[in-house]
């Protein structure tokens, strides 16, 4: 059972661009969403996370939208560089209960044209 | 501050062999979680541990298990080595239980030949 599902698959987008990436979760319980930028060679980097008690976050270059009662998410990439061509994954976790796991979504292979 | 540190970043063993990856999490982390990565499964958990004691498992074989040290550094364990095992093995560290604020190591890459 995938319980995060994250599309497309794979995106290119010239420079200047916006980056959309999508996320769908199933379990209601989660109430922690990060989003992880890797790069080869490299383990994944935490970029940027919400939690459902907001609609958006920002920093930088980067927001988080979360729809609760869509029960999506999606990170946008504002003015896309060819320094964010990597794998971006989207992760939930029930962080109030004893799990203790992220589940990722199958990520996103983003290639930024210059 | 130094970040999650794995060691060793390479190895390659044959079937059947075993294997220990060591992950040293960031200084004042206490939960320290393992992944697997595959192309074609990506990123799966394999436990997490604070304070000493597994507090979760993925749903992988017994062949699969770690320890945390009073230090907080953890080890994990792979016998039997499986052609399948083939892998990068993340160790991911945070202030407390679970992924929140989850910070990850360059990975172990292993190769079972």
């Known amino acids: 059972q995938q319980q995060v599902k994250q599309s497309p698959q794979s995106l290119i987008v010239q420079k200047g661009g916006i980056s959309i990436i999508n996320c769908a979760y199933e379990n209601t319980a989660f109430d922690y969403f990060p989003w992880y930028q890797q790069f080869p060679g490299k383990g994944p980097a935490l970029l940027i996370a919400?939690?459902?008690?907001?609609s958006e976050k920002k920093e930088g270059r980067f927001t988080i939208s979360f729809n609760k009662s869509a029960k999506q998410f999606s990170l946008h990439i504002m003015d896309s560089q060819p320094g964010d061509s990597a794998t971006y994954f989207c992760?939930?976790?029930?962080?109030?209960?004893?799990?203790?796991?992220?589940?990722f979504g199958k990520g996103t292979l983003l290639t930024v044209n210059p | 501050k130094a970040g999650v540190t794995q060691t060793p970043r390479y190895l390659i063993k044959t079937r059947g062999q075993q294997v220990t990856l060591s992950c040293s999490p960031i200084s004042g982390h206490r939960s320290v979680s393992w992944y697997q990565q595959t192309p074609g499964q990506g990123l799966q958990f394999l436990f997490e541990?604070?304070?000493?004691?597994?507090?979760n498992k993925g749903n992988f074989p017994g062949r699969f298990s770690g320890r945390q040290f009073s230090n907080s550094r953890s080890e994990m364990n792979v016998s039997t080595l499986e052609l399948g095992d083939s892998a990068l093995y993340l160790c991911?560290?945070?202030?407390?239980?679970?992924?929140?604020?989850?910070?990850f190591g360059q990975g172990t890459r292993l190769t079972v030949v």
């Open positions: 992760a939930a976790e029930n962080s109030g209960g004893s799990n203790y796991k992220l589940t």
């Open positions: 919400i939690r459902p008690d907001v």
């Open positions: 541990y604070f304070s000493e004691t597994q507090r």
């Open positions: 991911a560290s945070s202030l407390i239980q679970g992924g929140t604020e989850a910070f």
